[in-house]
């Protein structure tokens, strides 16, 4: 089983607070995603990052993928209520024709008004 | 609309008795796969699936079965549910054979007795 620490695990700010969460794990993986999940749905993919240092962003949302693809994070600039949920990264190591996804434990975001 | 579905969403059952939960997608998507969420273990694979006819195990796949004989369904089997199966499930799918960018079903919660 392989291992995707996320920090912190719980996350309580004031709107418009910066904000970074972290994945980070031993294993090289081949992408690295980033869901969102909301109590009582489904996660929701936020973005996928597949190269080493590759940065992406989303408004308010930027992602990064470390150098050598074993850790990722996630800054939320300005955070606003909408941004609550649990923050879920997930590696998958396609690189080594495997075909399953690793999920980490996630981080809860609570973001107060 | 595209959408992932999963029935029942809530089911209630004593220990033994078999039980199938169903997953079906309208995306024609090729990559169909099961995870349970347990508090502090984060979502774990089960088992997934590449294509019809083809199957493999995830993480945690002792207890469970499943069968890809259409590509649109792909449905979990619990053939003597024990209560360590008590669990929040979650289907996913994703275009190409791979985990890439999974789209996720509402969820399904079991509870076995």
Known sequence: TQLLEQSPQFLSIQEGENLTVYCN???VFSSLQWYRQEPGEGPVLLVTVVT??????LKRLTFQFGD???DSSLHITAAQPGDTGLYLCAGDEGWSGANNLFFGTG????VIP | EAQVTQNPRYLITVTG?????????????EYMSWYRQDPGLGLRQIYYSMNVEVTDKGDVPEGYKVSRKEKRNFPLIL??????QTSLYFCASSWDGTPYEQYFG????????
């Open chain 2, 106 to 113: 509402p969820g399904t919660r079991l509870t076995v007795t």
């Open chain 1, 68 to 70: 050598a693809r074993k």
């Open chain 2, 17 to 29: 008795k078999k039980l199938t939960v169903t997953c079906s997608q309208n995306m024609n998507h």
């Open chain 1, 107 to 110: 981080t809860r975001l609570t």
């Open chain 1, 52 to 57: 080493g240092g590759e940065v992406k962003k």
């Open chain 2, 79 to 84: 053939e003597s549910p024990s209560p360590n």
């Open chain 1, 25 to 27: 794990s031993s294993s």
